[in-house]
């Protein structure tokens, strides 16, 4: 497959580089190293990047998206990076292109890119563009090193995940051998604002622990009131606070809203999807949500959740 791909990369004078909507680490990071090896190694090719804005990922060296008008999909190749479904690519116009390719690492749900190159066995697209890279003939260079490295690291959890492999570090090493600066770089991903700490300061101070390895956060519509957040940003955003506590091994957040409370559980050793879904909700084994009417409902969910360490 790589090498038809390459056939294609060839073949086409304009190239466009699209990737999914609300874009992260690695969808901007596999569409800005592409883009870069491009331009370094075929200089006459016209290559754009579309999508909508980079958001948090704006920090990234070339993450301004091209204005690219209707007329230019006319005979050209689109490459689409880092999406299973076509309903999560951004900008439909890549249905305009001549012919298309898809690089993918999420679990491959159906065809609809001409060639496709997808395997979840890589962490990251980033990853499997780099292995594309530097199987290609045509080298790695520093200007799309750091881009593909900030992919393979926010997508594998600052290899932490189950998916970083000795392949992973390898072909990170392989990036890093370019040359850039991995402090800045952390710099930028991972400092946070010190009223966002603060926040998250007063989520912590609220943790309970339970018999069973069990932890919970409850937080009432008045809290979060005074905190000057929506129960949305709370349930999802302030769940992570629990993951490292030593000895937990499952752990819940409870957020009020108006459409009863809001519950999202988390474990790194049980299957806690099944009690999501008693409770009218579903998910993955290790991370799931549900809403349930009142914090009654929600001790119950707890209780269920504490009955798994005796299992
Ligand atoms: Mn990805």
């Keep these: 497959m790589y090498q038809e791909i390459l056939t294609a990369i060839k073949e086409f004078e304009c190239i ?13 990071g596999s569409q800005i190293g592409l883009k870069k090896w491009m331009n370094h190694h075929f200089p006459d090719k016209r290559v754009f990047q579309v999508g909508d804005d980079a958001g948090r990922f704006s920090f990234m060296d070339g993450s301004v998206m091209d204005i690219v008008p209707d007329s230019c999909y006319e005979g050209s190749l689109v490459i689409l990076l880092d999406t299973a479904v076509p309903a999560l690519i951004s900008d439909n116009r890549y249905q305009l292109a001549k012919k298309t390719i898809r690089f993918d690492h999420h679990l491959y749900v159906a065809k609809f890119t001409d060639l496709e190159c997808v395997d979840s066995t890589f962490e990251s697209c980033c990853g499997l563009l780099t292995d594309f890279i530097l199987n290609s003939g045509y080298p790695l260079t520093p200007e799309c090193a750091l881009p593909l490295y900030t992919g393979m690291v926010t997508d594998s959890g600052r290899f932490r995940y189950d998916s970083t492999t000795p392949r992973t570090l390898r072909l990170a090493a392989a990036l ?17 604002t010190i009223e966002k700490m603060q926040i998250k300061a007063a989520f912590i101070n609220k943790i309970r622990t339970l018999p069973g390895n069990v932890a919970f956060i409850m937080t009432t519509s008045e809290e979060l009131e005074k905190l000057g957040m929506d129960p949305f940003t709370a349930s999802r ?7 490292d506590i030593t000895g937990i091994d499952t752990w819940v957040n409870f957020t009020q809203s108006e459409e009863g409370v809001l519950c999202e559980l988390r474990s790194s050793k049980y299957n806690i999807q099944p009690i999501a879904v008693k409770y009218g909700g579903g998910g993955h084994a290790k991370a799931s949500g549900a809403v349930v009417p009142d914090f009654e409902t929600a001790m119950k969910m707890v209780a269920d959740l504490q009955s798994l360490a005796a299992d």
């Design 176 to 192: 890093l051998e370019q040359g850039f600066d991995l402090n800045e770089l952390y710099r930028n991903l991972y400092s946070e």
């Design 16 to 28: 466009i580089i699209h990737r999914h909507s609300k874009p992260d680490g690695d969808a901007m």
């Design 237 to 243: 955003g302030m769940v992570g606070v629990m993951a």
